[in-house]
């Protein structure tokens, strides 16, 4: 067996020198597929980590009983078996390489080897072969071949390893500019050179049919030089020249693909170009497939052209990098096989300056808002708006947006043009987008709130909202501010107008117990305005009130303590001044009471809980307030009688009215009623039938300062006590004063 590299052994179109190339479709994926598994080449995906490999005479793995065991597809299918998960995709593609080209595998790995051991600092020394898996026996040569082997910079190796692709899909203009990159002679490549050889010949051939047709469209054979030019566009379907030459073509000859009738329609969107055959291609196995190109025209320059693959969801293809501010045509060319096979359906020129996209407005009192997105190429915009008066001037126009104030009532047109750089330097336009606008009349907003609590209601006023339905509201959650303008929505409706009992001279009566924020709102037809607001607050009433005086110019103060009401306060009402004379907390209230200073004349007492609410307008609630009379005091007194000699006269009965102002009419009656003693110490009468009356005195006959006095009659048997009782409806308004209990004795 010889161990030189390069014997004549192993399969049929073994390989008889080093690969330069891979030569194999689909490599850059494979490649890829490999580091992403981290593996160093193929090899480590064929063989576990730590067995070798033979690769002089095919691929060999070491099997049992020193035995070695080719790697063809069968292998490649078990191993794939084998190992399976992420390994699968790898070794599949392995395995369809191999049975495509029997010798594929060999050349990938020579090529991956090679590559490594050139790349390696210890390239040259045979260990590093046999670590990187090679057959310790084969080590030896591969590493002194691959020390002669030619070594290529980073643009050769890409052109070796895009080769295979690019002369797949029938570029051959782009094979022979790779081509141009590698040694002429294929450096040693039997496969190489003979590709090389290839792609030299069919650049050839293109050209001669492309000179062919050149000349035939002199001569005005126009079928003849678009035969020629469709042969040279089979044979390179990359070639510039074919393609205008097929366009230029279709153009001078009526303009319709193929006499098919279909016609490329294209649409200019913000951000690009879409591109759709009319009628549209039928679906399935009967649609050819088409490659679809676009034209840039360049001023005093070569026409340029890009190949658009990006499919559109709704059919047809989409330009997603068009070139703002240029003329382009595109053009869809019918494939056979990956392979160009007839003449091209061309569009009309477009300009590509498309418009802004997502225009719309928003409107309120005079005023116009409008937004919109401006495509990434563009320079800037233009706008223009147009009234019922003509162009209005004064907006304010910014990135994306506008803003015009002031406006009357009318139909408006906001246009927008987007403007674009040429090639040539000049700002070219677009054909712009129109919008049309109505500015509707609005309410006048109410600029002020003010509220007064009178007599039990809030009396509301304002400034503003002029001409226009204004509403008191009461918002469920925030207001909104003053001016926000708002729309009729039945999705959030406006708040109904208070719900309040109204009272004569226009006042609203708060319920008990609320704290409301009343927001003015200014309403025309479906359009309203938000005004200011206030808070009014009408606390709890309180109940169960009751008032007496105690004397001290003092009064006692009794009330059913209000729930959820941290202070009352009680507020007098006399002599036609009114104050508040004691705020009282709960914890004050049951210790020590409440108790208000007054006069003497008559007074109103009100009770309500304490507003919690700073800066509100007050509303007293309705009840809660107690009248009491004047202090009216009626007093008698036992004068003794004068001396007369050695006797004393009889005693007398002084009765004394003390009124501040006017007496009323139904003062009450003095009775005067004795009670005798039988004998023993007497009591008092406990009533004024508990005894014998004596006197009795007429309110009508008492007056401020003006006592009345009588005798007292002296026909009872002593010892007995006297006492004055007052008798009458007005008997519980005047309180008695009395004397002390032992002057009314008499012994």
Not at 304 to 311: A, C, N, V, Y
Not at 705 to 728: D, I, K, M, Q, T
Request: neutral net charge.
């Amino acid at each position: 067996m010889g161990l030189e590299f390069g014997h004549n052994l192993g399969l049929r179109r073994a390989l008889r020198g080093l690969p330069l190339s891979p030569l194999v479709p689909g490599y850059a994926r494979l490649v890829a597929q490999q580091r992403a598994l981290g593996l160093r080449h193929i090899g480590d995906a064929l063989v576990e980590r730590g067995r070798v490999l033979r690769v002089l005479d095919g691929v060999f793995e070491e099997g049992g009983a020193r035995r070695w065991r080719h790697i063809g597809a069968d292998r490649l299918r078990q191993v794939g078996a084998a190992r399976g998960g992420a390994y699968g995709p790898l070794l599949a593609q392995l395995e369809a390489v191999q049975l495509q080209d029997p010798a594929a595998l060999r050349r990938i790995l020579l090529y991956q080897l090679v590559e490594l051991l050139q790349a390696h600092p210890q390239g040259s020394d045979p260990r590093t072969a046999v670590a990187l898996g090679v057959c310790p026996q084969e080590a030896g040569p591969l590493v002194r071949v691959a020390a002669a082997h030619l070594r290529l910079d980073s643009e050769q190796r890409r052109a070796v390893e895009e080769l295979a692709d690019v002369w797949a899909d029938g570029k051959v203009r782009r094979a022979a500019g790779l081509a141009a990159l590698l040694p002429a002679g294929g450096g040693g490549d039997a496969l190489l050179r003979r590709r090389l050889a290839e792609i030299a010949e069919r650049v050839k051939e293109a050209d001669d049919a492309l000179d062919a047709a050149r000349e035939a469209e002199k001569a005005g054979d126009a079928r003849a030089a678009e035969d020629g030019t469709l042969r040279a566009a089979r044979l390179a379907s990359d070639c510039p020249r074919a393609l205008l030459g097929l366009v230029r073509l279709h153009r001078a000859g009526g303009g319709e693909g193929a006499g098919t009738g279909e016609v490329l329609v294209v649409r200019a969107a913000p951000e690009a170009v879409t591109v759709a055959l009319s009628p549209s291609p039928l679906t399935g196995d009967a649609a050819p497939d088409r490659r679809v190109a676009r034209l840039t025209r360049v001023p005093g320059g070569p026409t340029g052209i890009t190949e658009i693959t990006d499919l559109s969801p709704s059919g047809g293809w989409v330009d997603h990098h068009p070139p703002f501010g240029q003329e382009v045509r595109y053009a869809a060319l019918p494939l056979r096989d990956g392979r160009i096979d007839g003449p091209p359906v061309v569009s009309d020129v477009l300009l590509v300056a498309p418009d802004v996209s997502g225009l719309r407005s928003t409107t309120g009192r005079g005023r116009i808002e409008a937004t919109w997105t401006e495509p990434s190429g563009a320079l800037g915009v233009r706008v223009q708006l147009d009234g019922p008066d003509g162009p209005v001037d004064g907006a304010d126009v910014r990135t994306g947006a506008l803003t015009a104030t002031g406006l009357g009532v009318g139909a408006y047109v906001l246009r927008v043009h987007c403007r674009y750089r040429s090639p040539d330097g000049a700002v070219i336009e677009s054909a712009g987008a129109e919008h049309p606008v109505s500015v509707d009349p609005w309410p006048t907003p109410v600029d002020r709130l003010d509220a007064a609590a009178v007599h039990g209601s809030v009396r509301f006023s304002w400034s503003g909202g002029q001409d226009v339905d204004v509403r008191l509201v009461a918002w469920p959650s925030d207001p909104p501010e003053p001016g926000t303008e708002l729309t009729d929505d039945p999705a959030r409706p406006w708040p109904a107008p208070l719900p309040w009992e109204a009272v004569a001279g226009g006042g609203l009566v708060p319920p008990p117990g609320s704290v409301t924020r009343v927001s003015a709102l200014a309403v025309l037809g479906p359009r309203a305005v938000a005004g200011p607001g206030l808070v009014v607050e009408c606390p709890p009433a309180v109940a169960g009130a009751r008032v007496e005086r105690v004397g001290g110019a003092r009064a006692r103060v009794t009330f059913d303590w209000p729930a959820e009401a941290g202070e009352v306060a009680a507020t007098v009402e006399q002599d036609g001044a009114s104050a508040v004379h004691r705020v009282v907390a709960r914890s004050t209230y049951v210790r020590e009471g409440l108790y208000v200073d007054v006069a003497p004349s008559a007074f109103s007492l009100t009770l309500s809980a304490a507003p919690r609410t700073p800066d509100a307008v007050v509303v007293p609630p309705p009840g809660g307030a107690v009248r009491v009379a004047a202090d009216i005091a009626v007093s008698y007194r036992i004068v003794p009688g004068a001396r007369r000699a050695l006797r004393r006269g009889p005693s007398l009965l002084r009765v004394t009215l003390s009124c501040p102002g006017d007496v009323p009419a139904d003062l009450p009656e003095f009775v005067l009623v004795a009670r005798s003693g039988n004998g023993r110490d007497p009591v008092r009468p406990r009533t004024p039938t508990d005894g014998t009356t004596l006197l009795r005195v007429g309110g009508g006959t008492l007056s401020p300062g003006s006592p009345v006095e009588l005798p007292v009659p002296s026909g009872l048997r002593p010892p007995y006590a006297l006492r004055g009782f007052l008798l009458g409806e007005g008997a519980a308004d005047v309180r008695l004063d009395e004397p002390s209990p032992t002057t009314l004795v008499v012994r």
